[in-house]
Protein backbone atom coordinates (compact mmCIF):
# COMPACT_ATOMS: atom_id res chain seq x y z
CA UNK A 1 0.00 0.00 0.00
CA UNK A 2 1.35 3.55 -0.78
CA UNK A 3 0.13 6.22 1.17
CA UNK A 4 0.95 9.71 -0.47
CA UNK A 5 0.37 12.70 1.47
CA UNK A 6 2.00 15.98 -1.39
CA UNK A 7 0.29 17.37 -4.55
CA UNK A 8 2.27 18.57 -7.19
CA UNK A 9 2.03 22.20 -7.18
CA UNK A 10 4.29 24.85 -8.05
CA UNK A 11 7.19 22.55 -8.88
CA UNK A 12 7.26 20.60 -5.74
CA UNK A 13 5.26 17.75 -3.87
CA UNK A 14 3.43 19.77 -0.91
CA UNK A 15 0.77 18.45 1.64
CA UNK A 16 -2.68 18.57 1.19
CA UNK A 17 -4.24 21.60 3.12
CA UNK A 18 -7.04 19.31 4.41
CA UNK A 19 -6.85 15.73 5.75
CA UNK A 20 -8.99 14.00 3.73
CA UNK A 21 -7.71 10.86 1.75
CA UNK A 22 -8.70 9.08 -1.37
CA UNK A 23 -8.50 5.30 -0.93
CA UNK A 24 -7.51 3.84 -4.75
CA UNK A 25 -9.05 0.35 -5.09
CA UNK A 26 -7.93 -2.70 -7.02
CA UNK A 27 -10.60 -3.55 -9.18
CA UNK A 28 -9.51 -6.98 -9.43
CA UNK A 29 -8.91 -7.85 -5.96
CA UNK A 30 -11.17 -5.37 -4.56
CA UNK A 31 -7.99 -4.77 -2.29
CA UNK A 32 -6.77 -0.72 -1.50
CA UNK A 33 -3.85 -0.54 -2.75
CA UNK A 34 -2.67 3.46 -1.97
CA UNK A 35 -4.21 6.98 -0.65
CA UNK A 36 -3.66 10.18 -1.83
CA UNK A 37 -4.84 13.28 -0.29
CA UNK A 38 -8.35 14.42 -1.53
CA UNK A 39 -7.79 18.20 -2.31
CA UNK A 40 -10.08 20.93 -1.32
CA UNK A 41 -10.72 24.66 -2.51
CA UNK A 42 -7.80 25.61 -0.94
CA UNK A 43 -5.17 23.35 -2.63
CA UNK A 44 -6.94 24.63 -6.14
CA UNK A 45 -6.37 28.23 -5.11
CA UNK A 46 -2.55 27.74 -4.56
CA UNK A 47 -2.42 25.29 -7.70
CA UNK A 48 -4.02 28.14 -9.91
CA UNK A 49 -1.98 30.76 -8.14
CA UNK A 50 1.23 29.16 -9.42
CA UNK A 51 -0.11 28.41 -12.53
CA UNK A 52 -1.07 32.25 -12.99
CA UNK A 53 2.83 33.33 -11.25
CA UNK A 54 4.12 30.79 -13.83
CA UNK A 55 2.11 32.27 -17.08
CA UNK A 56 3.64 35.16 -18.42
CA UNK A 57 7.23 33.58 -18.51
CA UNK A 58 5.97 30.00 -20.38
CA UNK A 59 4.02 32.00 -22.58
CA UNK A 60 7.15 34.33 -23.72
CA UNK A 61 9.23 31.20 -23.74
CA UNK A 62 10.09 30.46 -27.74
CA UNK A 63 8.48 27.62 -29.46
CA UNK A 64 11.43 26.02 -29.54
CA UNK A 65 11.93 25.42 -25.97
CA UNK A 66 8.55 24.35 -25.23
CA UNK A 67 9.45 22.05 -27.92
CA UNK A 68 12.35 20.54 -26.03
CA UNK A 69 10.46 20.83 -22.48
CA UNK A 70 7.59 18.50 -24.05
CA UNK A 71 10.25 16.34 -25.57
CA UNK A 72 12.18 15.78 -22.28
CA UNK A 73 8.59 14.76 -21.07
CA UNK A 74 7.64 12.19 -23.57
CA UNK A 75 11.24 10.69 -22.69
CA UNK A 76 10.19 11.00 -18.95
CA UNK A 77 7.15 9.15 -19.27
CA UNK A 78 8.80 6.78 -21.89
CA UNK A 79 11.94 5.57 -19.33
CA UNK A 80 8.41 4.80 -17.22
CA UNK A 81 6.71 2.92 -19.73
CA UNK A 82 6.46 -0.51 -17.08
CA UNK A 83 5.69 1.40 -13.95
CA UNK A 84 2.63 3.26 -16.26
CA UNK A 85 1.44 0.07 -17.16
CA UNK A 86 1.35 -1.61 -13.92
CA UNK A 87 -0.29 1.44 -12.10
CA UNK A 88 -3.11 1.58 -14.62
CA UNK A 89 -3.79 -2.46 -14.45
CA UNK A 90 -3.52 -2.18 -10.88
CA UNK A 91 -6.24 1.08 -10.35
CA UNK A 92 -8.10 0.68 -13.40
CA UNK A 93 -7.65 -3.14 -13.89
CA UNK A 94 -7.12 -3.13 -17.91
CA UNK A 95 -5.47 -6.34 -18.73
CA UNK A 96 -1.64 -5.27 -18.84
CA UNK A 97 -1.04 -6.61 -22.48
CA UNK A 98 -3.47 -3.41 -23.49
CA UNK A 99 -2.04 -1.22 -20.40
CA UNK A 100 1.30 -1.30 -21.92
CA UNK A 101 0.34 -0.95 -25.64
CA UNK A 102 -2.37 1.75 -25.37
CA UNK A 103 -2.74 3.22 -21.73
CA UNK A 104 1.12 3.40 -21.85
CA UNK A 105 2.20 3.22 -25.14
CA UNK A 106 -0.39 6.07 -26.68
CA UNK A 107 0.47 8.79 -24.34
CA UNK A 108 4.03 8.44 -25.25
CA UNK A 109 3.09 8.95 -28.64
CA UNK A 110 0.71 11.61 -28.55
CA UNK A 111 3.73 13.68 -25.91
CA UNK A 112 5.81 13.15 -29.18
CA UNK A 113 3.07 14.39 -31.37
CA UNK A 114 3.18 18.08 -29.83
CA UNK A 115 6.99 18.42 -28.98
CA UNK A 116 7.18 18.12 -32.71
CA UNK A 117 4.34 20.40 -33.05
CA UNK A 118 5.19 23.10 -30.83
CA UNK A 119 8.12 23.24 -33.07
CA UNK A 120 6.49 23.44 -36.26
CA UNK A 121 3.01 25.55 -35.65
CA UNK A 122 3.20 29.28 -37.24
CA UNK A 123 1.77 31.12 -34.13
CA UNK A 124 1.70 34.05 -36.41
CA UNK A 125 0.03 34.52 -39.91
CA UNK A 126 -0.14 37.43 -41.94
CA UNK A 127 -4.04 37.84 -43.76
CA UNK A 128 -4.18 41.35 -46.05
CA UNK A 129 -2.98 43.80 -44.09
CA UNK A 130 -2.91 42.83 -40.33
CA UNK A 131 -1.04 40.17 -38.82
CA UNK A 132 -2.38 37.26 -36.77
CA UNK A 133 -0.96 36.28 -32.91
CA UNK A 134 -1.77 32.88 -31.47
CA UNK A 135 -1.39 33.42 -28.41
CA UNK A 136 -1.95 30.88 -25.54
CA UNK A 137 -5.63 31.18 -23.74
CA UNK A 138 -3.88 31.60 -20.25
CA UNK A 139 -4.28 29.07 -17.61
CA UNK A 140 -5.79 25.67 -18.08
CA UNK A 141 -7.94 23.77 -15.53
CA UNK A 142 -8.19 20.03 -16.56
CA UNK A 143 -10.57 17.24 -15.29
CA UNK A 144 -10.03 13.92 -16.87
CA UNK A 145 -11.61 10.41 -16.02
CA UNK A 146 -10.67 6.87 -15.22
CA UNK A 147 -11.41 5.27 -18.52
CA UNK A 148 -7.66 6.08 -20.16
CA UNK A 149 -6.50 8.01 -17.18
CA UNK A 150 -3.25 8.67 -18.67
CA UNK A 151 -3.86 9.34 -22.73
CA UNK A 152 -6.48 11.68 -21.35
CA UNK A 153 -3.61 13.75 -18.95
CA UNK A 154 -1.73 13.95 -21.77
CA UNK A 155 -4.17 15.26 -25.06
CA UNK A 156 -4.99 17.88 -22.69
CA UNK A 157 -1.78 18.64 -20.95
CA UNK A 158 0.36 18.66 -23.96
CA UNK A 159 -1.42 20.78 -26.55
CA UNK A 160 -1.61 23.12 -23.30
CA UNK A 161 1.83 23.29 -23.10
CA UNK A 162 2.97 23.56 -26.55
CA UNK A 163 0.65 26.38 -26.50
CA UNK A 164 1.87 28.31 -23.71
CA UNK A 165 -0.52 27.46 -21.20
CA UNK A 166 0.31 26.81 -17.75
CA UNK A 167 -2.43 24.36 -16.10
CA UNK A 168 -4.01 22.63 -13.21
CA UNK A 169 -4.53 18.97 -13.66
CA UNK A 170 -7.54 17.31 -11.63
CA UNK A 171 -7.87 13.20 -12.20
CA UNK A 172 -10.51 10.94 -11.82
CA UNK A 173 -10.23 9.89 -8.31
CA UNK A 174 -10.29 6.15 -9.24
CA UNK A 175 -6.95 7.09 -10.91
CA UNK A 176 -4.39 9.21 -9.20
CA UNK A 177 -1.81 7.35 -9.15
CA UNK A 178 -1.06 7.57 -12.78
CA UNK A 179 -1.40 11.13 -12.80
CA UNK A 180 1.45 10.97 -9.74
CA UNK A 181 3.73 9.18 -12.50
CA UNK A 182 2.92 11.99 -14.69
CA UNK A 183 3.36 14.81 -12.44
CA UNK A 184 6.91 13.00 -11.81
CA UNK A 185 7.79 13.02 -15.21
CA UNK A 186 6.99 16.81 -15.24
CA UNK A 187 9.31 17.17 -12.90
CA UNK A 188 12.04 15.28 -14.50
CA UNK A 189 11.40 16.85 -17.81
CA UNK A 190 12.61 20.12 -16.65
CA UNK A 191 9.34 22.38 -16.67
CA UNK A 192 9.16 25.48 -14.61
CA UNK A 193 7.65 25.55 -11.57
CA UNK A 194 4.34 26.37 -11.22
CA UNK A 195 3.92 25.50 -15.47
CA UNK A 196 2.00 22.05 -14.71
CA UNK A 197 0.15 21.46 -11.05
CA UNK A 198 -1.71 18.54 -10.36
CA UNK A 199 -4.43 18.46 -7.39
CA UNK A 200 -5.83 15.10 -6.60
CA UNK A 201 -9.60 15.13 -5.03
CA UNK A 202 -13.16 14.24 -5.46
CA UNK A 203 -14.70 16.02 -8.80
CA UNK A 204 -17.51 18.11 -7.00
CA UNK A 205 -15.08 19.31 -4.44
CA UNK A 206 -11.45 19.58 -6.33
CA UNK A 207 -12.94 19.54 -9.74
CA UNK A 208 -16.05 21.75 -8.93
CA UNK A 209 -13.73 24.51 -7.46
CA UNK A 210 -11.21 24.05 -10.51
CA UNK A 211 -14.14 25.35 -12.65
CA UNK A 212 -15.08 27.78 -10.78
CA UNK A 213 -12.15 29.45 -9.96
CA UNK A 214 -11.59 33.36 -11.46
CA UNK A 215 -8.12 32.46 -12.08
CA UNK A 216 -9.04 29.74 -14.82
CA UNK A 217 -8.98 30.92 -18.13
CA UNK A 218 -10.46 27.42 -19.52
CA UNK A 219 -11.89 24.40 -18.28
CA UNK A 220 -11.11 21.27 -20.90
CA UNK A 221 -13.26 18.21 -19.46
CA UNK A 222 -12.88 14.59 -20.41
CA UNK A 223 -16.05 12.70 -19.10
CA UNK A 224 -19.76 12.28 -18.20
CA UNK A 225 -22.45 14.37 -20.27
CA UNK A 226 -24.17 14.99 -16.95
CA UNK A 227 -20.86 16.64 -15.24
CA UNK A 228 -19.95 17.97 -18.91
CA UNK A 229 -23.52 19.68 -19.06
CA UNK A 230 -22.70 21.56 -15.50
CA UNK A 231 -19.01 22.52 -16.67
CA UNK A 232 -19.87 23.82 -19.20
CA UNK A 233 -22.42 26.07 -17.78
CA UNK A 234 -20.40 27.55 -15.11
CA UNK A 235 -17.73 27.94 -18.41
CA UNK A 236 -20.67 29.51 -20.33
CA UNK A 237 -21.45 31.96 -17.31
CA UNK A 238 -18.05 32.94 -16.60
CA UNK A 239 -17.37 33.84 -20.41
CA UNK A 240 -14.26 31.71 -20.24
CA UNK A 241 -13.37 29.15 -23.06
CA UNK A 242 -14.51 25.14 -22.60
CA UNK A 243 -13.70 22.24 -24.27
CA UNK A 244 -16.30 18.62 -23.79
CA UNK A 245 -15.29 15.50 -24.29
CA UNK A 246 -18.11 13.25 -23.67
CA UNK A 247 -19.67 10.10 -24.30
CA UNK A 248 -20.90 8.18 -27.47
CA UNK A 249 -23.29 5.96 -29.30
CA UNK A 250 -21.36 5.32 -31.43
CA UNK A 251 -22.21 2.83 -34.84
CA UNK A 252 -20.37 0.08 -36.52
CA UNK A 253 -21.88 -0.24 -40.34
CA UNK A 254 -21.34 -3.41 -42.14
CA UNK A 255 -22.46 -2.29 -45.54
CA UNK A 256 -23.89 -5.70 -47.90
CA UNK A 257 -20.65 -5.69 -49.86
CA UNK A 258 -18.54 -5.82 -46.48
CA UNK A 259 -15.93 -8.95 -45.51
CA UNK A 260 -18.77 -10.09 -42.92
CA UNK A 261 -16.51 -11.90 -40.54
CA UNK A 262 -13.78 -9.35 -40.30
CA UNK A 263 -16.32 -6.54 -39.84
CA UNK A 264 -17.82 -8.16 -36.71
CA UNK A 265 -14.62 -9.89 -35.83
CA UNK A 266 -13.01 -6.59 -35.39
CA UNK A 267 -16.13 -4.42 -34.50
CA UNK A 268 -16.65 -7.45 -31.45
CA UNK A 269 -12.88 -6.58 -29.74
CA UNK A 270 -13.80 -2.47 -30.39
CA UNK A 271 -16.08 -2.72 -27.91
CA UNK A 272 -14.69 -5.62 -25.74
CA UNK A 273 -11.03 -3.26 -25.46
CA UNK A 274 -10.22 -1.68 -21.54
CA UNK A 275 -14.02 -3.78 -20.64
CA UNK A 276 -16.17 -1.75 -22.81
CA UNK A 277 -15.15 1.63 -20.98
CA UNK A 278 -14.08 3.55 -24.25
CA UNK A 279 -15.95 6.56 -25.10
CA UNK A 280 -15.49 6.09 -28.77
CA UNK A 281 -16.89 2.51 -28.54
CA UNK A 282 -18.42 1.15 -31.49
CA UNK A 283 -21.24 -0.24 -28.96
CA UNK A 284 -24.19 -0.59 -32.17
CA UNK A 285 -23.28 -2.75 -34.86
CA UNK A 286 -25.36 -2.22 -37.73
CA UNK A 287 -25.49 -5.05 -40.03
CA UNK A 288 -28.11 -5.21 -43.35
CA UNK A 289 -31.11 -8.11 -42.82
CA UNK A 290 -30.34 -10.81 -45.20
CA UNK A 291 -26.63 -11.61 -43.71
CA UNK A 292 -28.23 -10.41 -40.55
CA UNK A 293 -28.20 -13.78 -38.36
CA UNK A 294 -25.05 -14.56 -39.63
CA UNK A 295 -23.23 -11.71 -38.10
CA UNK A 296 -25.00 -12.13 -34.68
CA UNK A 297 -23.54 -15.73 -34.66
CA UNK A 298 -20.18 -14.88 -35.78
CA UNK A 299 -20.53 -11.81 -33.03
CA UNK A 300 -21.27 -13.94 -30.08
CA UNK A 301 -18.75 -16.97 -30.67
CA UNK A 302 -16.28 -13.48 -30.87
CA UNK A 303 -17.39 -12.48 -27.57
CA UNK A 304 -17.59 -15.76 -25.60
CA UNK A 305 -13.92 -15.48 -26.23
CA UNK A 306 -13.41 -12.87 -23.85
CA UNK A 307 -12.88 -14.71 -20.74
CA UNK A 308 -13.09 -12.04 -17.81
CA UNK A 309 -9.77 -12.67 -15.79
CA UNK A 310 -6.90 -11.61 -13.61
CA UNK A 311 -5.20 -8.31 -15.25
CA UNK A 312 -1.66 -8.86 -14.74
CA UNK A 313 -1.67 -12.64 -16.65
CA UNK A 314 -0.69 -11.69 -20.29
CA UNK A 315 -3.63 -14.32 -21.76
CA UNK A 316 -5.91 -12.08 -20.21
CA UNK A 317 -8.32 -9.81 -22.76
CA UNK A 318 -11.05 -8.67 -20.66
CA UNK A 319 -10.61 -7.22 -17.02
CA UNK A 320 -12.92 -5.87 -14.49
CA UNK A 321 -15.08 -2.59 -14.51
CA UNK A 322 -13.55 0.36 -12.99
CA UNK A 323 -15.27 -0.33 -10.16
CA UNK A 324 -18.40 -1.72 -8.31
CA UNK A 325 -20.79 1.70 -9.41
CA UNK A 326 -19.60 0.76 -12.92
CA UNK A 327 -20.85 -2.85 -12.46
CA UNK A 328 -23.95 -2.03 -11.05
CA UNK A 329 -24.93 0.24 -13.88
CA UNK A 330 -23.60 -1.90 -16.62
CA UNK A 331 -25.32 -5.13 -15.15
CA UNK A 332 -28.40 -2.71 -14.75
CA UNK A 333 -28.27 -1.87 -18.29
CA UNK A 334 -28.00 -5.55 -19.73
CA UNK A 335 -31.11 -6.32 -17.08
CA UNK A 336 -32.97 -3.24 -18.88
CA UNK A 337 -32.09 -4.79 -22.35
CA UNK A 338 -33.58 -8.15 -21.74
CA UNK A 339 -36.95 -6.27 -20.09
CA UNK A 340 -37.06 -4.10 -22.96
CA UNK A 341 -37.19 -7.39 -25.74
CA UNK A 342 -33.56 -7.73 -27.01
CA UNK A 343 -32.64 -11.10 -27.28
CA UNK A 344 -29.36 -12.11 -25.06
CA UNK A 345 -27.63 -14.66 -27.23
CA UNK A 346 -23.83 -13.95 -25.40
CA UNK A 347 -23.27 -13.23 -21.59
CA UNK A 348 -25.64 -11.31 -19.25
CA UNK A 349 -26.26 -9.89 -15.91
CA UNK A 350 -24.89 -12.13 -13.14
CA UNK A 351 -21.30 -12.42 -12.17
CA UNK A 352 -18.72 -14.46 -14.79
CA UNK A 353 -18.65 -18.59 -13.74
CA UNK A 354 -15.97 -19.02 -11.20
CA UNK A 355 -14.90 -15.20 -10.56
CA UNK A 356 -15.01 -14.44 -6.63
CA UNK A 357 -14.34 -10.65 -6.02
CA UNK A 358 -13.22 -8.33 -8.79
CA UNK A 359 -16.16 -6.01 -10.77
CA UNK A 360 -16.32 -8.44 -13.87
CA UNK A 361 -18.96 -8.22 -16.02
CA UNK A 362 -19.70 -11.12 -18.48
CA UNK A 363 -18.76 -10.32 -22.65
CA UNK A 364 -22.42 -9.69 -23.96
CA UNK A 365 -24.33 -9.27 -26.99
CA UNK A 366 -27.39 -8.78 -27.92
CA UNK A 367 -29.07 -9.09 -30.79
CA UNK A 368 -32.85 -8.03 -31.99
CA UNK A 369 -31.81 -4.07 -30.85
CA UNK A 370 -34.19 -1.48 -31.89
CA UNK A 371 -33.82 2.38 -32.25
CA UNK A 372 -36.00 2.61 -29.42
CA UNK A 373 -34.29 0.41 -26.45
CA UNK A 374 -32.43 1.99 -23.18
CA UNK A 375 -29.40 0.02 -25.18
CA UNK A 376 -29.22 1.11 -28.39
CA UNK A 377 -29.80 4.86 -26.83
CA UNK A 378 -28.02 5.52 -23.96
CA UNK A 379 -23.82 5.00 -23.35
CA UNK A 380 -23.24 2.09 -21.37
CA UNK A 381 -20.00 2.14 -20.90
CA UNK A 382 -19.26 -1.74 -20.13
CA UNK A 383 -18.75 -5.10 -22.39
CA UNK A 384 -21.92 -4.79 -24.16
CA UNK A 385 -22.29 -4.84 -27.98
CA UNK A 386 -25.68 -4.14 -29.49
CA UNK A 387 -26.24 -5.95 -32.98
CA UNK A 388 -29.29 -3.86 -34.90
CA UNK A 389 -30.78 -4.60 -38.19
CA UNK A 390 -31.28 -1.77 -41.54
CA UNK A 391 -33.10 -3.20 -44.43
CA UNK A 392 -31.19 -1.08 -47.18
CA UNK A 393 -28.52 1.61 -47.43
CA UNK A 394 -30.99 4.71 -46.47
CA UNK A 395 -32.17 3.01 -43.41
CA UNK A 396 -28.70 2.16 -41.86
CA UNK A 397 -27.57 5.90 -42.22
CA UNK A 398 -30.91 6.75 -40.54
CA UNK A 399 -30.38 4.30 -37.34
CA UNK A 400 -26.91 5.56 -37.42
CA UNK A 401 -28.00 9.37 -37.04
CA UNK A 402 -30.62 8.31 -34.35
CA UNK A 403 -28.43 9.22 -31.79
CA UNK A 404 -28.07 12.31 -29.27
CA UNK A 405 -24.15 11.46 -29.49
CA UNK A 406 -21.86 11.69 -32.75
CA UNK A 407 -18.55 10.85 -31.50
CA UNK A 408 -17.11 8.13 -33.75
CA UNK A 409 -18.15 5.26 -35.43
CA UNK A 410 -17.14 2.82 -38.45
CA UNK A 411 -17.70 1.70 -41.85
CA UNK A 412 -16.96 -1.36 -43.86
CA UNK A 413 -17.43 -1.90 -47.31
CA UNK A 414 -15.63 -4.08 -50.53
CA UNK A 415 -14.81 -1.06 -52.04
CA UNK A 416 -13.21 1.84 -50.56
CA UNK A 417 -15.39 5.05 -52.13
CA UNK A 418 -18.26 3.08 -51.11
CA UNK A 419 -17.82 3.37 -47.40
CA UNK A 420 -16.66 6.88 -47.82
CA UNK A 421 -19.47 7.69 -49.27
CA UNK A 422 -21.06 6.72 -46.75
CA UNK A 423 -19.03 8.12 -44.06
CA UNK A 424 -19.58 11.73 -45.69
CA UNK A 425 -23.38 11.33 -44.63
CA UNK A 426 -22.81 9.98 -40.80
CA UNK A 427 -22.44 13.05 -38.30
CA UNK A 428 -20.02 11.92 -35.77
CA UNK A 429 -16.29 13.24 -35.44
CA UNK A 430 -14.34 10.29 -36.69
CA UNK A 431 -15.10 7.37 -38.76
CA UNK A 432 -12.92 4.68 -39.16
CA UNK A 433 -13.11 3.04 -43.08
CA UNK A 434 -12.59 -0.94 -43.34
CA UNK A 435 -10.81 -0.96 -39.83
CA UNK A 436 -8.98 2.20 -40.18
CA UNK A 437 -5.97 3.01 -38.34
CA UNK A 438 -5.82 5.15 -34.99
CA UNK A 439 -3.65 8.08 -36.28
CA UNK A 440 -2.94 10.50 -33.45
CA UNK A 441 -2.61 13.52 -35.55
CA UNK A 442 -6.69 13.19 -35.91
CA UNK A 443 -8.78 15.25 -34.65
CA UNK A 444 -10.39 13.67 -31.71
CA UNK A 445 -14.25 14.80 -30.62
CA UNK A 446 -17.28 15.22 -30.72
CA UNK A 447 -20.49 16.24 -32.53
CA UNK A 448 -24.14 16.91 -31.24
CA UNK A 449 -24.26 15.78 -27.22
CA UNK A 450 -20.78 14.40 -27.68
CA UNK A 451 -18.65 17.53 -27.16
CA UNK A 452 -17.20 20.61 -27.74
CA UNK A 453 -13.76 20.96 -29.43
CA UNK A 454 -11.44 18.35 -30.97
CA UNK A 455 -8.27 16.76 -28.97
CA UNK A 456 -5.25 15.44 -30.25
CA UNK A 457 -2.64 16.72 -33.55
CA UNK A 458 -2.83 20.69 -34.54
CA UNK A 459 -6.42 20.68 -34.52
CA UNK A 460 -5.97 19.64 -30.56
CA UNK A 461 -3.28 22.75 -30.42
CA UNK A 462 -5.50 25.84 -31.48
CA UNK A 463 -8.02 24.67 -28.78
CA UNK A 464 -5.38 26.23 -26.27
CA UNK A 465 -5.03 29.47 -28.89
CA UNK A 466 -6.53 32.89 -29.23
CA UNK A 467 -5.86 35.22 -31.61
CA UNK A 468 -4.85 38.98 -31.28
CA UNK A 469 -4.52 40.90 -34.95
CA UNK A 470 -2.32 43.84 -35.63
CA UNK A 471 -3.35 46.02 -38.55
CA UNK A 472 -1.01 47.77 -40.37
P1 LIG B 1 -17.58 11.85 -14.27
O1 LIG B 1 -18.20 11.95 -12.92
O2 LIG B 1 -18.06 12.72 -15.34
O3 LIG B 1 -16.00 12.01 -14.06
C1 LIG B 1 -15.11 12.72 -14.89
C2 LIG B 1 -14.28 13.69 -14.09
O4 LIG B 1 -15.09 14.76 -13.61
C3 LIG B 1 -13.64 13.08 -12.85
O5 LIG B 1 -12.38 13.67 -12.62
C4 LIG B 1 -14.63 13.49 -11.79
O6 LIG B 1 -14.14 13.43 -10.48
C5 LIG B 1 -14.96 14.90 -12.22
N1 LIG B 1 -16.19 15.45 -11.64
C6 LIG B 1 -17.26 14.79 -11.15
N2 LIG B 1 -18.19 15.66 -10.70
C7 LIG B 1 -17.69 16.90 -10.90
C8 LIG B 1 -18.17 18.21 -10.64
N3 LIG B 1 -19.36 18.43 -10.10
N4 LIG B 1 -17.40 19.26 -10.99
C9 LIG B 1 -16.21 19.07 -11.56
N5 LIG B 1 -15.69 17.85 -11.82
C10 LIG B 1 -16.42 16.78 -11.51
O7 LIG B 1 -17.70 10.36 -14.79
P2 LIG B 1 -17.88 9.05 -13.90
O8 LIG B 1 -18.90 9.25 -12.84
O9 LIG B 1 -16.55 8.67 -13.42
O10 LIG B 1 -18.43 8.02 -14.99
C11 LIG B 1 -19.84 7.95 -15.23
C12 LIG B 1 -20.18 7.75 -16.68
O11 LIG B 1 -19.59 8.77 -17.47
C13 LIG B 1 -19.63 6.49 -17.31
O12 LIG B 1 -20.46 5.38 -17.08
C14 LIG B 1 -19.59 6.85 -18.77
O13 LIG B 1 -20.85 6.69 -19.37
C15 LIG B 1 -19.24 8.31 -18.74
N6 LIG B 1 -17.79 8.55 -18.95
C16 LIG B 1 -17.36 8.96 -20.16
C17 LIG B 1 -16.02 9.15 -20.37
C18 LIG B 1 -15.48 9.62 -21.68
O14 LIG B 1 -14.33 9.37 -21.99
N7 LIG B 1 -16.22 10.34 -22.48
C19 LIG B 1 -15.09 8.91 -19.36
C20 LIG B 1 -15.55 8.48 -18.12
C21 LIG B 1 -16.91 8.32 -17.94
P3 LIG B 1 -14.32 12.05 -9.67
O15 LIG B 1 -13.35 11.11 -10.27
O16 LIG B 1 -14.00 12.38 -8.28
O17 LIG B 1 -15.74 11.60 -9.84
MG1 LIG C 1 -17.81 10.64 -10.77
Same mark, same amino acid.
Request: proline residues 6%.
Given at each position: ????????????????????????????????? &???????????????? $????????????????????????????? $??????????????????????? +???????????????????????????????????????? $?????????????????????????????????????????????????????????????????????????????????????????????? &??????????????? $??????????????????????????????????????????????????????????????????????????????????????????????????????? &?????????????????????????????? +?????????????????????????????????????????????????????????????????????????????????????????
Amino acid at each position: MQAHNGMYIDGDWRPAAGDGTIEVVNPATEEII &GTVPAGTAEDVDAAVA $AARAALPGWAATEPAERAARIGALRDALA $ARRETIAATVTAELGAPLSFSEA +VHAGLPITVAGTYATLAAEHSFEEKLGTSRVLHEPVGVVG $AITPWNYPLHQIVAKAAPALAAGCTMVLKPAEDTPLVARLFAEAVAEAGLPAGVFNLVTGVGPVAGQALAEHEGVDMVSFTGSTAVGRRIGAIA &GGAIKRVALELGGKS $ANVVLPSADLVKAVKIGVGNVMANAGQTCSAWTRMLVHADRYDEAVEIAAAAAAKYVPGDPTDPATRLGPLVNAAQRERVTGYIRTGISEGADLVAGGPDAPE &GVERGYYVRPTVFAGVTPEMTIAREEIFGP +VLSVMRYEDVEDAVRIANDSSYGLAGAVWAADEAEAVAFARRLQTGQVDVNGGRFNPLAPFGGYKRSGVGRELGPHGLTEYLQTKSLQF
